[in-house]
């Protein structure tokens, strides 16, 4: 999972074109916060479901 989320950041923070100002990242839930530069706030949350 960590090698997921570890991809997953590498490209949210390198798409210039989504207009994402910050991204606050909390490991011990598994989410993150993305300020987007309009305002808008987005929460992100990684989890892995067994089947």
Do not use: H, P, V
Request: charged residues 35%; contains cysteine; glycine residues 4%.
């Amino acid at each position: 999972m960590d090698y997921f989320k570890d991809k997953l950041f590498e490209l949210l923070n390198d798409a210039d074109d989504m207009g994402i100002s910050d991204i606050e990242t909390n490991d011990r839930e598994n989410k993150w916060i993305i300020s987007l530069q309009n305002g808008m706030l987005l929460e992100i949350e990684c989890r892995q479901i067994d089947r």
